[in-house]
């Protein structure tokens, strides 16, 4: 099922005046009943499996299409393409497995992302192997669905390596009403084996924590007392030199330890700093002026089927704005650990002005054990991008998306086996961003929870390859 229309824009605009029209009359005249769901048919999980191969390493010419600067993959790329393929499979799932390139109007619904849960990503991305797109629904809820993807590394032939995988990520699709916009019902799963049963459990679950996050969410509850303890300490520590404009502040490892102590990535079993050894001066940068953004016309070229602007590609354009503020934040190339949230709040609408604003919303140390077996310490930063459609007759703004991300910078901070003293090494800056209002410290918690998320599905990851 193709997430963008081959269709001329001219035919398409008649297609959404005519549209446009149905709705009104609609809306004044009649009442539409979506079925029930006791009515749809049931499906096999195993039904809306989808998957597709990026023949990157054996397709040069391809491979030119997804080549960055540094002769790595675009990740914001492979971000439009998972956003698809999550539309593909719900639309599998809710029209069967056998049913393709119908038109909205043809279907009665159309599907929408809700909410990205979380990429993460398990191994590093290269562009060395072909890589597999894959995934399934393995939850659904009245109109909702719970769709699982993966990334693989797939195996050169005749060579003993197995395909990997190297990227997770869970999307939330609702299924709606085309001509009333209410939620329109999915039909249910037949479980039928244990693995299936489990993929149920993890769906019904992840449905579970997000109602609970929202409950939890700083705009609706104040911070727990842990939380307001470290933002109390981070104030103590910075706060005075940051109304001071004093931004220079040498940073000790046990200056470290005691405001992210909670942290397991900051220490080893017996609570040594990671940066124990290490001469770090921590340069301060109020929060408000880690601020980039961008504004751009929206073009009918990017548009999906329901005629509006293509999910994935706002991904792509918030990662790509993203990385380069956590870039010009660490002072070099960063890596990308995970995508934390995305929330899909409005449809951009073609034609509208988009104004995207980044800011950098929390840093911290991150202890990384890589492939060879060393263990290294990175600097490892937590971006927000925000998405709002501009006015241009009253100037008002609308938030229609807001991003979470997270990377880390490529330099070493500290590298496994070092044993120089403080003294005899050279002193490094290491940027850290403040809060200086409430409603930024407020921010700068909810990145700490995602962060702190994060760090153990890194953790579990890195013992899982362990036991490999």
């Known amino acids: 099922m193709p997430m963008r229309i081959p269709s001329l824009w001219a035919e398409a605009r008649l297609t959404i005046a005519r549209e446009e029209e ?31 191969v990026l ?14 600067a540094s002769g790595g993959i675009r990740t914001g790329k492979l971000m439009e393409h998972l956003d698809s393929l999550a539309g593909s499979i719900s639309y599998k799932h809710v029209l069967g497995p056998t049913k393709s390139e119908l038109k909205v ?22 562009p060395s192997h072909d890589l597999r797109l894959s995934g399934q629904v393995i939850y659904t809820g009245r109109s909702s669905m719970e769709v699982v993807v993966r990334i693989e590394r797939i195996a050169a032939k005749e060579t003993p390596e197995k395909d990997e995988t190297i990227l997770l990520g869970r999307f939330s699709m609702v299924c709606r009403n085309a001509k009333t ?66 931004y220079g502040h040498q940073q000790t490892s046990s200056e470290i330890k005691s405001v992210h102590s909670d942290f397991t990535t900051l220490g ?75 929330s899909f709040k409005l449809p951009v609408p073609i034609g509208s002005i988009l104004r995207l604003n980044s800011v950098i ?20 930063v937590h971006v927000g991008v925000k998405a709002n ?34 003294e005899s090494q050279k002193s490094v800056k290491v940027r850290r961003v403040v809060p200086k209002t409430y409603g930024e ?5 909810e990145a700490r929870r995602a962060v702190t998320v994060g760090d153990e599905i890194r953790e579990l990851t890195v013992k899982r390859f362990e036991n490999i």
Not at 26 to 48: A, Y
Not at 276 to 301: D, K, Y
Not at 361 to 378: A, I, K, S
């Open 22 to 52: 149905r709705t009104y009359i609609t809306k004044s005249s009649e009442v539409t009943i979506s079925p029930s769901s006791d009515d749809l048919p049931p499906r096999n999980m195993r039904d809306s499996y989808t998957e597709f």
């Open 361 to 380: 919303l929390y840093d911290d140390f991150l202890r990384q054990r890589e492939e060879n077996g060393e263990t290294n310490v990175y600097q490892l």
């Open 441 to 445: 410290a407020m921010l700068w918690l």
């Open 181 to 246: 916009n209410q939620a329109y019902p999915v039909g249910p799963l037949i479980i039928s084996t244990e693995e299936e049963k489990a993929l149920f459990s993890i769906g019904h679950e992840l449905k579970r924590r997000r109602a609970s996050r929202a409950q939890r969410s700083l705009s609706r509850v104040p911070p727990s007392s842990q939380e307001a303890a470290a933002l109390h300490e981070n104030y103590l520590k910075f706060g005075a030199a940051i109304s001071q404009h004093s």
């Open 268 to 342: 080893d079993s017996n609570g040594s700093s990671v940066l124990n050894g290490s001469n770090h001066i921590a340069e301060l940068v109020p929060m408000g002026e880690t601020r980039i953004e961008r504004c751009m016309l929206m073009f009918p070229q990017e548009r999906n089927v329901h005629q509006k602007i293509f999910g994935g590609y706002l991904m792509r354009l918030a990662y790509e704005l993203g990385f380069s503020n956590a870039s010009m934040f660490c002072r070099g190339r960063v890596r990308f650990l995970g995508l934390d949230e995305i």
């Open 389 to 422: 459609v501009v006015d241009i007759k009253t100037g008002t703004e609308k938030t229609t998306n807001e991003f979470r991300f997270t990377w880390r910078g490529e330099e070493k901070l500290l590298a496994s086996g070092t044993t120089e003293s403080m």
């Open 105 to 126: 109007e043809e279907m009665g619904l159309y599907i929408v992302t809700a909410a990205v849960e979380r990429i993460d990503m398990l191994r590093p991305l290269t």
């Open 55 to 68: 023949p990157i390493a054996s397709n040069p010419n391809l491979l030119e299409e997804y080549v960055n």
